[in-house]
């Protein structure tokens, strides 16, 4: 076969598959997504992509770039959006769930055993390993998402300013994104090439999968051409799964109670913390752990060492935080029914709005496709992720390596800075040997936080730590 026959033959595309064919594509998808974001991201693109070519790469960077702009995890949106482009609003709930199911049940079954066993000894130490990577596996999550996104200068210089803002300033998320947003969208319309591009969490080295190639092609499926009846139908339909909830629980029992303020403070969560799973996480370590008082900071790290090690989404670590805020609190019920509850009541008004946001925008944003002004905002908001991951990376190591912090605030400076006399040696070394592996030795992410996990019951053993 010549050359010119064999290229020709890759790029026949892929024959139609129907949902019920998609759906073990998708629990695959969902049963091999570990590691966060980049991970979850990485596999997709490997199979989605790479293998069953179903949908091109720039198709695919388009999608991403419009999750990053969402509010919530940007990884499970993105599932949900291909399987809507590949089969309506049906394979995009088939996507969606899966994604989510098997952390969910993970998740829940890991609570219970924390919440009845985890001031064992030997459980305390696993979850002292585990957290103590945690650090190494959120900075390899800045370098991935950095390698991909801060392609210019200007990427780079509002990637720090990000992170100053939002470290030192206390600027809210919502506010560095749309900036990011107004910045990118102007460098795209004036041709400007500081935000041309960019993949976000990266999309894998192989060969590029032109669009054309592809089962979806380039074309735009008829049922993404936006519909306002439709689109109205489908919002009230998605607005109400969400939000009828939340009106019963306040009316029902009131705005104190535990399940209420679950509610609205997820509801709030889903709305506001734009920037994708890690830029969650940074949100409600501050919200949960300091305002609401749900959990302790080591307990919020405990909880992204439990999500980080088990498939689907990284901010399944919401239902560990709705598990412990109703436990602690459970009116009246068993405390781990209560939990329970909690843990599915913070899970289903994280994850509901998820499908709102794609069901309304995606066939909106099928249609920006090749939009300069568009894919210059997506960029530069993938971009401004940067330094909130970093923000989130910092804010977990001051927690980790050292017993107390002390509050430092000069006029609108403020921060939390470590109180140098308060490390602990012992999280610093196993974070120093997560980092090594990670970088140096690229273990990756789960062998990482097993080896660490055996390493703090290791030295549990030993009567190093109690």
């Known amino acids: 076969m010549s050359a010119v026959a064999a290229d020709a033959a890759v790029a026949v595309r892929p024959a139609p598959v129907t949902l019920g064919e998609a759906f073990w594509v998708w629990l695959r998808v969902a049963m091999l997504s570990f590691g966060g974001p980049a991970g979850q991201i990485a596999v997709m693109h490997r199979i989605l992509v790479e293998e069953k070519r179903w949908i091109g790469e720039q198709r695919f960077l ?19 959006y291909i399987g809507w482009l590949m089969h309506r609003a049906k394979g995009g709930i088939v996507a969606g769930v899966l994604f989510v199911l098997p952390g969910a049940v993970s998740i829940m079954a890991l609570s219970w055993i924390y919440v009845l066993y985890g001031r064992l000894g030997i459980v305390s130490a696993l979850f002292f390993g585990l957290k103590s990577a945690v650090l190494a596996v959120v900075l390899e999550a800045v370098m991935r998402i950095g390698s ?21 300033f206390g600027v809210p998320f919502p506010a560095i994104v749309l900036s990011a947003g107004l910045i990118g969208w102007w460098a795209g319309r004036a041709g400007h090439p500081a935000f041309r591009g960019g993949g976000g969490h990266g999309s894998g080295k192989g060969p590029i999968v032109n669009d054309a190639d592809t089962l979806l092609g380039e074309e735009l499926p008829e049922h993404a051409r936006p519909n306002w009846r439709e689109t109205l139908r489908t919002t009230l339909l998605w607005l109400a799964l969400w939000l009828v909830p939340v009106v019963a629980l306040l009316i029902g029992l009131g705005p104190d109670h535990v399940f209420s303020r679950i509610a609205t403070f997820f509801s709030t969560m889903a709305m506001v913390t734009f920037g994708g799973a890690y830029a969650v996480l940074a949100y409600v370590a501050q919200q949960a752990v300091e305002n609401y008082q749900w959990l302790a900071p080591a307990e919020m790290l405990d909880g992204l060492g439990m999500a980080e090690t088990t498939p689907g989404p990284l901010i399944m670590v919401l239902q560990f935080v ?46 920006l496709r090749g939009n300069a002004a568009v894919s210059g905002a997506l960029s530069a908001i993938t971009a401004a992720v940067v330094g909130v991951v970093l923000n989130l990376a910092i804010w977990f190591a001051l927690h980790t390596l050292f017993q107390s912090t002390v509050a430092v605030q000069t006029g609108p400076l403020h921060f939390d800075a470590p109180v140098l006399a308060s490390i602990n040696w012992w999280a610093l070394l196993l974070a120093a040997v997560a980092v090594l592996a990670v970088f140096v030795l690229r273990l990756g992410v789960i062998a990482t936080l097993l080896a660490s996990a055996a390493a703090g019951i290791t030295l549990h053993l030993i009567g190093a730590v109690g």
Request: proline share 6%.
């Open 62 to 80: 388009h999608a991403l770039n419009y999750c990053m702009l969402l509010p919530g995890p940007e990884a499970q949106q993105l599932a949900t």
């Open 148 to 168: 991909r996104a801060l392609r210019s200068n200007a990427a780079r210089l509002l990637a720090s300013a990000a992170f100053v803002l939002i470290f030192f």
């Open 322 to 367: 709705g598990f412990l805020g109703a436990y602690r609190d459970a009116s009246g019920l068993d405390p781990l029914l209560a939990a329970t509850l909690g843990g599915l009541l913070a899970t289903w008004v994280t994850f509901t709005p998820c499908f709102l946001w794609i069901f309304f925008g995606a066939p909106f944003i099928e249609r």
